[in-house]
């Protein structure tokens, strides 16, 4: 593999058995990704993109064919390395934030960390840093139902970049914000793609996060039915 | 180390719902070790009482003496054999002799068992010191429920009788010289306490007795030929399992209030496994494994049990502290059980019960708190996520 490559899959299937039909969520999907990329899977609802993400992101297995992340086969993992892999490498960022609700904003930030077992000041430095990225050191102390849909996001970005994984998986990131907030969270989003270096890959049909992109691959019923280079377009007017 | 803290911070961020299920499991505790010390007080209480009135260090029976058969007093006295009467001289043993007699009072007939005692004795702590009367008259001394059955008071004139040894009824007058208040029932209902030497006078039964009491620290107990020693846990019996059944009955008790605190823990439980599934897709999604997160979760329950002990001791100790010094004041009725009780029970409290009760909620709670966690064995990450169970 090439040392570049951070997701490479081949003849990627998932079929997902109900009843007496299976569906073809993917069908030999053929992709390849290399660090620091900004790409994005964009396509109809039912056409695989967040399937494809929870494969390469370890979440789930596929059911022939390979997928393999950071040199490591996803359908030869066991549970425990699929966890950990997740642990290092990882960050996911959600439609619905998925933030901890019990816990503060530094808490949830610090979350990851902690599940690495880095020390309390190692954990502190990073937590800060993180949340400085996303411009919410000063809320440090909120809980997440103290926070507005976008700077929810916001933390759920610091918790998925704190580790400094080499790929950050965002199924529909911005389905739940508005304009203003979506702009803010793609610009933090792509500021830490260029600064850090790491992979993002997204799951969208949200035309803001599509003029954003470097790559965007179309998903139709679990092809691959375009794979192409991007010039983004970040609409200047529409920002603020 | 990061579960335990994991667990302390969820358990404490939801908030009232995790205070109402610590504070009836904390009830759950307080009355456990509050009741099994009220039983525990009890029987030592109980125990306690009846060595220091009866039972002394364990009792020589004649070989008939049955007290439970007052038909076989009239054969059960004998000579004290010279090994007991060597004890009974160095104030280590005393002797009491048991016949059947019949009192006269206020014009009624009622049966009695006439006790002779030695009034010099102090083995017991029967008040035997009053019937040591230099006048010539015949002192008896009664309990005070025996004197609240017969109507008699201190100073009255009674006339008792006897059968002697040649089965010929004999009577005297005799006055009631005191009243003595005692928890033993056994001592008094029925009873009339009379000088030893006397009565056996009377009943031409010179050194006789039905029974020798011998003192508590009494290292050697000789074997006497026609005399049969009771120990203290023989005689104790009843006793033993009187307050074993009265604690019996009490378990149904703990069994209701550990089930109602279980209950509120398992659907706690259950509930926040079903609430919280897309919280642990996101736990997985970040890297927790799925053990961890049963681990996590099991010990948020059981956790429950942790802070229920440390809220039961911040309210429970000052409690039972205040029990233990004050009492439990019983009610006139309580009498009626036929056990040394007193007015008050005072509870007593022993480590090993508190340790015990802890150890036992805990391990309870822990396995109610696992029970509903093995479904997280079969969540997958992506069903979690979308907040589905597998």
């Known amino acids: 593999m090439d040392n570049s490559r951070v997701i490479e899959t081949k003849d990627l299937v998932k079929i997902y058995v109900m ?4 569906i073809w969520a993917l069908n030999k999907v053929n992709l390849n990704f290399r660090k620091a990329e900004f790409a994005g899977l964009v396509g109809p609802s039912g056409s695989g993109k967040t399937t494809l993400l929870n494969i390469v992101g370890s979440l789930d297995s596929p059911t022939e064919g390979s997928a393999i992340v950071l040199g490591e086969k996803i359908e030869d993992m066991t549970h425990k390395q699929a966890a950990a892999l997740r642990n290092r490498h990882i960050g996911f960022i959600f439609q619905t934030f998925n933030l901890l609700p019990v816990y503060t904003v530094y808490e949830n930030v610090e979350f990851p ?16 840093d993180a949340l400085d990225w ?18 929810s996001q916001r933390v759920a970005i610091a918790r998925a970049v704190v580790k400094n994984p080499a790929i950050i998986l965002a199924d529909e990131p911005t389905a739940n914000l508005d304009a203003e907030n979506s702009y803010h969270i793609l610009d933090t989003m792509e500021r830490l793609n260029k600064n850090l270096g790491t992979t993002f890959i997204f799951a969208t049909h949200d035309e803001k996060v599509i003029r954003y992109l470097r790559r965007k691959i179309t998903l139709i019923d679990g ?12 609409p200047a007017g529409e920002k603020q | 180390m990061i579960i335990p803290k994991l667990a302390l911070r969820n358990l404490l961020g939801a908030g009232i719902r995790t205070w109402l299920n610590v504070i009836v499991l904390s009830f759950a505790f307080v009355t456990i070790v509050w009741t099994q010390g009220l039983y525990r007080g009890m029987s030592r209480q109980v125990v306690h009482a009846t060595v220091e009135a009866e039972y002394g260090g364990g009792q020589y029976w004649q070989e008939n003496y049955d007290p439970l058969d007052p038909l076989s007093l009239e054969d059960a006295h004998s000579v004290i054999p010279e090994s007991l009467n060597s004890l009974i001289k160095n104030n280590q043993a005393t002797p009491i002799l048991v016949i059947q007699g019949t009192i006269y009072p206020n014009g009624r007939i009622q049966p009695v068992l006439i006790k002779g005692i030695d009034p010099q004795q102090k083995i017991l702590s029967i008040p035997s010191y ?97 005399w049969e020693f009771k120990t203290l846990h023989f005689l104790h019996t009843d006793i033993r399992e009187m307050v074993k059944t009265k604690s019996s009955g009490a378990m149904v008790m703990y069994f209701i209030l550990i089930f109602l605190a279980m209950l509120a823990i398992f659907d706690t ?21 799925r053990l961890k997160i049963i681990q996590l979760i099991t010990l948020e329950g059981a956790l429950h049990g942790v802070l229920a002990a440390i809220v039961a001791a911040a309210y429970g100790i000052p409690l039972l502290t205040l029990f233990a010094s004050k009492g439990w004041a019983l009610p006139g009725s309580m009498d009626d059980w036929g056990i040394a009780l007193g007015e008050k029970i005072f509870p007593a409290y022993s480590a090993g019960l508190v340790l015990g009760t802890t150890v036992l909620v805990l391990i309870i709670t822990t396995i109610v708190s696992f029970l509903p966690t093995r479904k997280i064995a079969k969540l997958e990450p992506t069903d979690a996520l979308r907040g589905r169970m597998s």
């Open chain 1, 19 to 22: 009843g007496e039909y299976k």
């Open chain 1, 113 to 128: 960390l902690l599940l690495m077992g880095l020390s309390h000041e190692e954990r502190k430095k990073m937590t800060m």
């Open chain 1, 134 to 151: 996303v411009g919410l050191a000063d809320r440090s102390k909120s809980k997440p139902a103290q926070l507005s849909g976008g700077q």
């Open chain 1, 223 to 234: 092809k691959v039915a375009r794979d192409e280079e991007m010039t983004p377009q970040k």
């Open chain 2, 130 to 226: 009053f019937l040591n009367t230099e006048e010539e008259e015949f002192p008896a001394l009664i309990g005070t429920r025996m004197a609240k059955s017969t109507g008699l008071k201190i100073g009255d004139e009674i006339t008792i009788r006897w059968r002697d040894a040649n089965n010929t009824f004999d009577a005297r007058d005799v006055r009631i010289v005191q009243i003595m208040n005692t928890t033993v029932q056994s001592i008094d209902q029925g009873q009339i306490w009379v000088p030893l030497n006397m009565i056996q006078a009377l009943t031409l039964m010179e050194n006789e007795a039905s029974l020798i009491v011998v003192e508590k620290e009494l290292k050697t107990i000789p074997e006497v030929s026609g």
């Open chain 2, 269 to 289: 439980q259950v509930l926040s496994i079903f609430r919280r599934r897309k919280e642990m897709g996101t736990l997985m999604a970040m890297g927790m494994t």
